[in-house]
């Protein structure tokens, strides 16, 4: 066991956060912690990291096990070199040594960091590289991450999914990124209403139980309110009741009372709706041969793109590649620098800007959406400001408090709540999801999905992308844009094919077997990205043929999909029982061995789809 939580109670105010709550963590274990923005969970890892103490309870840590915290605020960490910012996560007893330089030297070099770069300089996905540097130079025995993926790319967080899967100590995350839970959680904890609650297996798993969980809860309550009612009214009966009233009863209809005003509700789910407005032409935009240049660079190269009426694009690729570019482009707010670009008519745009540039944060939350009036008019009503906000959760007292004072996620959901007061048929969302806590995610995605209009999203939310779009616009990093039709999913099982046809060809021609980072089990994950990702930056062979597959290819093709069925089955029967908390009191060494299985487990399912791709190629599939 390397963590403990005792009863452990915590309050912001005269408002619960943790209520004598218990938790383990064991070695091996990678447990993601879900729940509401502003229900705690950035306060349960710092009283992990010590960072703050309980007002109530014990925090345990095993003695001499080194805990490491990648915060969520990559601003948090002074103007520095790279390297001197990686060098201070070191104890400051650890000195200046061979053993310490060289320590940070490989850290370095396994995350592809420049040593004498400014961290102000850098990007925020290359800052939060950095600052998971400083945690791994400790080579902990526990790694705390706060939401590590916010304001990441896709690469980025696929990146870091690859090396917490090769991490051996035990990893406690919260996070939004439903597919980032799905690959990496082997436990999911809730945090609501102050109590914690385990659930073995990644989010998909939680989900379906949860829902059945608040399901029955619901029904309890209803239950228990109308035996509450029935109680209620023998009490009050006349004076031949109260004469042979049983005592007993009393006593129970107290603790009744006592139980109902002590239950905590769950926190209402945000009421968002989208108001449409009038149909926009059947032409939205169009580009010939457009170009956008900023002095020598050339952000965008050569594009030639019609969106209609109707269409949901995804816009994807690196930080940095051009996608808010694209976007200003595609709105007028850009006028390409060569060629030609058309923009529909009769538009009326909702954008959702990722700086939150059209927030005053100088003005109140009220202002903010209400410009100074009582009422706005939402779907054809009016409806007064502050019950507008009560819907975007909201609480009363938070009205007149200036934007600035607001979280991260509730400046979204305040941004949100500007944008929906204003009809459109053009929906356009550069990075909604940062901050977004998962219920209130899910929310915005059922609403965007019912969206009749067009709607152009820019998002590093893989999950969000497959429920909402239906092709992609892909950066890639030079310039140019790829149209592809379908989700992220599709696109990402495209990419892998196209990526494993130059480096089956290599693997076989050496009688090897072509893998990806992840090929030979989580262990080896971090040490072969570069190569992998050599490897994948191989372009494929003009005009090569699809050969036909060797007896022994063809045998091995056709057995993968039950290899990859008896995997998957292993890993989810292991997850259910690494999920039960007797699971850890049994013989440590067997606990190790199984918690070791599981780790690498995610490497073989990933190698043996990888092997399945690379001889769907070869054989022209």
Not at 26 to 52: I, P, T, W
Not at 106 to 112: F, N, P
Not at 128 to 139: D, P
Not at 382 to 388: I, P
């Amino acid at each position: 066991m390397l963590i403990r939580l005792d009863d452990v109670s915590l309050a912001f105010g005269s408002r619960p956060l943790l209520d004598h709550v218990g938790l383990l963590v064991d070695e091996g274990e990678r447990v993601c912690v879900v729940g509401r923005n502003g229900e705690g969970k950035s306060s349960l890892l710092r009283l992990v990291a010590r960072a703050q103490p309980p007002d109530d309870g014990e925090v345990w840590v095993r003695p001499g096990a080194r805990v490491a915290f990648l915060v969520q605020d990559v601003d948090a960490v002074a103007d520095a070199r790279v390297a001197d910012v990686v060098a201070g996560g070191l104890a400051p007893d650890a000195g200046e040594s061979w053993e310490t330089g060289h320590r940070v030297e490989t850290v370095m070099s396994r995350l592809g960091l420049d040593g004498e770069a400014r961290f102000a300089s850098l990007s925020g996905g290359w800052r939060r590289r950095v600052l998971l540097g400083r945690a791994l130079v400790t080579a902990p025995d526990v790694l705390l991450l706060d939401e590590p993926t916010n304001h990441l790319d896709i690469a980025a967080i696929e990146w870091l999914e690859s090396m917490m899967l090769a991490f051996r100590g035990a990893l406690l995350f919260v996070s939004h990124d439903r597919a980032f839970v799905n690959r990496l959680a082997t436990r999911v904890v809730e945090l609501d209403r102050g109590r914690l609650s385990s659930w073995p297996g990644n989010y998909d798993a939680f989900e379906a139980k949860k829902a059945l969980q608040l399901e029955n809860e619901a029904k309890e309550n209803a239950l228990f309110d109308k035996r509450l009612a029935q109680e209620e009214v023998w009490i009050r009966k006349g004076v031949e009741a109260r004469r042979t009233r049983n005592e007993g009863r009393v006593r129970a209809l107290q603790a009744m009372r006592r139980e109902r005003r002590e239950r905590r509700e769950r926190i209402g789910q945000a009421d968002m709706s989208l108001q449409e407005a009038r149909a926009s032409g059947k032409l939205v935009f169009e580009a010939e041969g457009a170009c956008v240049a900023f002095g020598e660079r050339t952000v965008i190269r050569d594009l030639a793109v019609r969106v209609q009426r109707g269409d949901r694009i995804g816009i994807v690729g690196p930080n940095g590649a051009g996608k808010s570019t694209l976007i200003r482009l595609m709105l007028g707010e850009l006028e390409p620098t060569a060629g030609k670009a058309t923009r529909g008519t009769r538009l009326e745009v909702a954008y959702y800007d990722q700086q939150r540039e059209q927030l005053d944060l100088g003005k109140s939350v009220v202002d903010n959406v209400g410009d100074g009036r009582e009422f706005v008019s939402v779907g054809g009503e009016n409806r007064h400001v502050s019950g507008y906000l009560r819907d975007f959760l909201f609480r009363p007292d938070q009205y007149h408090t200036p934007a600035s004072a607001l979280s991260g996620g509730e400046r979204n959901r305040l941004l949100l709540a500007r944008l929906f007061t204003r009809p459109a048929n053009l929906l356009v969302l550069d990075e909604p999801t940062n901050d977004l806590d998962i219920d209130t995610l899910e929310l915005l995605e059922e609403l965007v999905a019912a969206f009749p209009g067009t709607l152009l999203l820019v998002s590093h939310d893989r999950t969000f992308l497959d429920h909402v779009v239906t092709s992609l616009l892909v950066l890639e990093g030079d310039g140019r844009v790829q149209e592809f039709v379908g989700g992220w999913s599709d696109w990402a099982q495209h990419r892998a094919a196209r990526e494993a046809r130059p480096v089956a060809s290599r693997g076989l021609a050496h009688g090897g077997v072509a893998r990806g980072a992840s090929g030979a089990g989580a262990a080896g994950a971090g040490g072969r990205g570069a190569d992998a990702a050599a490897a994948a930056a191989q372009p494929a062979a003009v005009g090569a043929k699809p050969r036909k597959l060797s007896y022994k290819d063809q045998r091995e093709f056709e057995a993968l999909p039950a290899r990859i069925e008896a995997l998957e089955a292993e890993k989810a029967a292991l997850e259910a029982q690494a999920g039960d908390p007797a699971f850890y009191s049994g013989p440590q060494e067997a606990v190790k061995r199984t918690l070791e299985r599981l780790a690498s487990l995610g490497g073989e399912i990933d190698a043996a789809y990888e092997r399945w791709a690379a001889l769907e190629a070869l054989r022209g599939g």
